[in-house]
Every structure is written in structure tokens, then in C-alpha cells.
């Protein structure tokens, strides 16, 4: 299968988005923010719409338009503390209203479905540079920010007081998400986006580690995740959104089953001995 | 120097929660903050942290550095998959604190050096309020604000906890302002008491505050056994 250039295409970029996937769900779940990743994966569909239309490459809209709501997102989540979940379900009501005008007017004269289920056929060479552009430049920031981020969710007030800009760290942060949710639409698509982003670290956590071994966890879950997950696409011929989401929740309840027969198990081989 | 003149707090239109505060804290004190709930003590924290601004009055802080060490242990996740040298690590690291020893010798000073990989959430609450003392003198403050130290915290904990405070503010010369809800150890440790009851604060000396201030103004006879 990696005759074909779009394969290799896709399971480069699918690398990509096994490191940066987790990289960022693991803040998100942790600060429990995990619907924002749903939130900010409509509103890529928004993006897309635009991009199509406007015949921008729909990866950058879908880049441009995820940022701008990141930013919303946050600066509204500062404004309404008690009622952060509200604000994601007035900003996906915004972005989802926003892409389905645009496409059932007939505004976007292509086809969506794609990036709404992912696919690899789809795979340029273009994309690939611009996947591969956004994904270094976003590893590099969270790299440069990861000790900071990492105080920051675990005792906001002692980071705000230590002197970290948590306000800027957090409008990074949103425009990060927004990266990340841009460069994996293409492949995992936009219905299971957000569950790419949580069902690894969700994974990852039930092994009891500490942040950095979680993270670890999170990035090979979600590796094993992605990468069996287009194989069996391919063999099957399934858009493989939905057979990645189908694998990440599988290897969920598998390590869930592991760890509870580890945890019985543990003590009676202990009075065996 | 602290020094805090007039000072008063509302939540918008709300009355004030803090009204007309004065005092003064010379450096290498140890200032404990009495009071009922509600009486105001958080909110003169987070106004002295620079978390809130003053409605009127004002706060003058020359500390160079300060350092909080908040209540947390309740508010805990305890599930958070973070261990005791990680927190200690985010911490320099993000700070940009030197020293390549330095996460060592904070869990020296507290005792808990073998305690470096657990996970945060295994630590008793007396452990868990060590290692966040020990973090918040990693940057080597001059001043330490503390908020109920010793809540939920058994006895052997709480001696631990305040011996380390003294010697912080007695051998380190740390400035120390601790809100407090145990009467004993604040009378034990304090160069100052600083009573407060529906926003209005009173210095006391800690020798005569049960004499002077306690049983005159509750007129609770109880307070002499202490």
C-alpha cells in the first residue's frame, strides 16, 4: 500500500498527529476542558466551508477560523468563569450555523464529507508541507511553554502568582488546539477529532503515572490508535475517522480490563508466593 | 515592608468586605491573620498577593519576592498523574530558577526526600503541605504568605509544619503572613496577631491577645486554658 503517494502522505502526517493529538489533550483533559477539542472541531468545519469558497486551501481556513474562536473561547471563559461550558455551546451553535449555510446554500462547491469523516485519498503534497509546517511550529511553542503549561493546570493561582503569564499562555494554548484540530481534520475528521485528542490520555491515565510517563502512554496509545487504525481502513475501504474512533476506544477498555485483572490478581499472587 | 493604609474592598456595588485596614509589616516579622469565616482574611490575602485591587487605600510592598502556599489539599484532584519531583520541576523550570540541586535540597529541608517519585495524590495532607512549603521557598522568597497551614492536618503534621514555618522566618529571616485558624499555634509563633471580624482588623501582641482583646471583647472565659 505505500506504492501510492497519498499513502505515504497520510502516514506521515498521521505521525504527526499521533504526537500532537495527545501532546494537547493532555492539557485540555487535564484542565477539563475537553469539550473545547469538540467545540474547536465544528468550528473547523466553518473554516472549511470558508476555505472552499473563498478557494483558500480549507486547512488553512479551517487553521484561520479555529483560532479566531480559540481566542473567543478564552477571552469569553475569562469574562464568565462560572459558565465555561456555556460559552462552548454558544460558540459551536455560531460555527456550526455558519457551515451549514454556507454548504446546503450551495455557497461551497465541493464536497465536505471528507473532512467530516477524514480520508486519505484526499492527501496532497500541499497539505502535507502545510500539515507539516503547522505540527513543527506547534511542537516547538508547546516544547518551549511545556513546563509552564504543566504548572499552570495543576495550580493556576500558584502560577499566576509565581509570575507566569498564564493569561498569553492560555491564548497560545487555544490557538494551539486550533493548530492541532486543522492538521488532523484531513485524516481523522471532524466528528471524531475530539475524541483523538481525549481517549488516549483517558488511556493513558488509567496506568497511575506521573505527567511525564502519562504523556509517554498518551503518545504511543494514540500512535497505535491512528496507525491500525488506517491500516484497517484501507483493508476494509471505511473512512478512518471512524475506525480510528472505534480502535482508541477498544485499547481504552483493554487497559481498563488489564488493569482491574492486575489489581485482583496482584494481591492473590502475593499470598501464592 | 508591607504597609497597608486605608485600605478597603467591595465586589462592585456590593458593602465593603474590607474596611478602612491599617497596618504596617517590618521585615522578618511573622504576622498571623485571625478571624471568623467570612471576616475578611482571604480577601486581604489575595489584595496583598496583587490578585484583587484595592476599592480604596492603599497596599506598599517593597518584598522583592513573594510566595503564597495556598489551601489546596481539600481542592485536590487527587487522581492528577503528577509526581512530587515533577511538581518541583515545573516549578524551576518554569520560573527559570538555577541550580541543579535545587529540587534535591527542597526535599532536604523538608524531610521528604524519599517521597520524590510519588504520585501527588498518595501524600497525606501534612506531606502534601511540606512539599508545597518546600516549593514555594525554591525561589529563595522574602516574603511567605500562607493560608491555614495546618487544616485537616493531624497533630504530628501540624508541629512539623509550624517548626518549619519558624525556622523559615527565625533562621531564613523569611517575612511570614499566615492566616490562621489555630489559636495556639499562632500565639506560639507570631511576632504579631492581627485579628479581624466583619472587615475591621486589630493588631494585638500575642502575650495579652486573649487578655486584651479575646475575653474582653467575647467575654469567653474559656479562652484562659489555652
Redesign the interface.
Known sequence: MFQYNFMQNAFMIAILISILCPLIGMFLV?KRYSMMGDTLAHASLAGVAVGLMSHVNPILGAFLLTSFFGVVIERLRRHFKNYAELILVVILSLSVGIAITLISSGAVHANVDSFLFGSILTVTSQDFYLVSALSLISLFIISQL???L??MI??E????????NVKWINYVFSILVAATISISIQIVGILVISSLIALPIATA?QL???????LLYGILFSFIDIVSGIFLSYWINAAPGGVIALVSVFLLLGVLTFQKIVCHAGPILKLAK | MLQIKNLSFSYGNTPYILNNLNFELSDGKYISILGENGSGKSTLIKLI???LTPTKGTIQNTFQQ???V?Q?FESLNK?????V???L???Q???HLPGSNLIAESLALVNMQEYA?A?IGTLSGGQFQKIFIARAVM?NPDLLVLDEPSNGIDIKSQNEIYQLIRSLNREKHITVICVEHNLKAAIRNSHLLYHMSNGIGHMCNPKNYIKEYLMENTGVEEYVSI
Open positions: 487535564l511545556y513546563h509552564s504543566m504548572f495543576f495550580d493561582e500558584g502560577a499566576l502568582i509565581a509570575g507566569i491515565l497511575q503515572r506521573g505527567f511525564k510517563p502519562t | 498577593l496583587g490578585l513573594t510566595a503564597y495556598s489546596r487522581q492528577f498523574p503528577i509526581t519531583k515533577e511538581v520541576t515545573c516549578y523550570k518554569a520560573r517519585d504520585l525561589g
